[in-house]
């Protein structure tokens, strides 16, 4: 049974960093994607970055680029969001998921969902 955890959120100024931590496990996930969502208040989820975790290919929303880098260790099975120069409309509920196949931007793709991780950004 695949089991993702998320850890790392927190709370912090505007312009600062913050690293967010998914641990994977219960398969080997060759060939899965992995992504990273977000949820805001009254808002619904989006895509935030994603990473194949064969290749290491990535793409990102483009709310993000230039300030997010997702990452992984294939032997730790491990997902990385460095998220710097953050912004009040970062603050979110971020979710690691991971999908075997689909379009990697679209939730409804994700088959497993970690439990997510507060995000606050103070301006």
């Known amino acids: 049974q695949v089991q993702l955890v998320e850890s790392g959120g927190g709370l912090v100024q505007a312009g600062g960093s913050l690293r967010l931590s998914c641990a994977a496990s219960?398969?080997?996930?060759?060939?899965?994607?992995m992504g990273w969502f977000r949820q805001a208040p009254g808002k619904e989820r989006e895509f935030v970055a994603a990473i194949w975790w064969s290749s290491g290919g990535t793409d990102y929303a483009d709310s993000v680029k230039g300030r997010f880098t997702i990452s992984r260790v294939n032997a730790k099975k491990m997902v990385y969001l460095q998220m710097n120069s953050l912004k009040p409309e970062d603050t979110a509920v971020y979710y690691c998921?991971?999908?075997?196949?689909?379009?990697?931007?679209?939730?409804?793709?994700?088959?497993?969902w970690g439990q997510g991780t507060q995000v606050t950004v103070s301006s």
């Open positions: 219960g398969s080997t996930f060759n060939g899965y994607t």
């Open positions: 998921a991971a999908a075997y196949r689909g379009s990697y931007y679209d939730q409804s793709t994700y088959d497993y």
